[in-house]
């Protein structure tokens, strides 16, 4: 029953930033993971960065280290993900999901069950 919408998608120059916000609805107690996931034309979908809820702990895809960085708002169940440092090999559809989760770490995406529909990020060179 939760459902996940995506905003803040668009168009960018390298190096440029964008900011993207995943906003959780209905009831989302059983959730305690929330993350993005992203898939470009002809690829498969790669995970790019996650965060518990109970520990504010982050997860992060060595591709996006450094340049990516997550974050909550436990109070309205919202996630953002602030994307620095664009690089062209970042276009792609970016997805919100969610799940519950024994353990940590970033989850692969079979194990997520609530998916938003995702929003364009296009990084022009």
């Known amino acids: 029953q939760v459902q996940l919408v995506e905003s803040g998608g668009g168009s960018v120059q390298t190096g440029g930033s964008l900011n993207l916000s995943c906003a959780a609805s209905?009831?989302?107690?059983?959730?305690?993971?929330m993350g993005w996931f992203r898939q470009a034309p002809g690829k498969e979908r790669e995970a790019v960065a996650s965060?518990?809820?109970?520990?504010?702990?982050?997860y992060y895809a060595d591709s996006v280290k450094g340049r990516f960085t997550i974050s909550q708002d436990r109070a309205s169940n919202t996630i953002l993900l602030q994307m620095n440092l664009l690089e062209p090999e970042d276009t792609a559809m970016y997805y919100c999901?969610?799940?519950?989760?024994?353990?940590?770490?970033?989850?692969?995406?079979?194990?997520?069950?609530?998916w938003g529909q995702g929003t364009q990020v296009t990084v022009s060179s």
């Open positions: 999901a969610a799940g519950w989760f024994l353990g940590t770490g970033l989850k692969d995406q079979s194990e997520y069950t609530a």
């Open positions: 965060i518990y809820k109970i520990t504010g702990r982050s």
């Open positions: 209905a009831d989302s107690n059983y959730i305690n993971c």
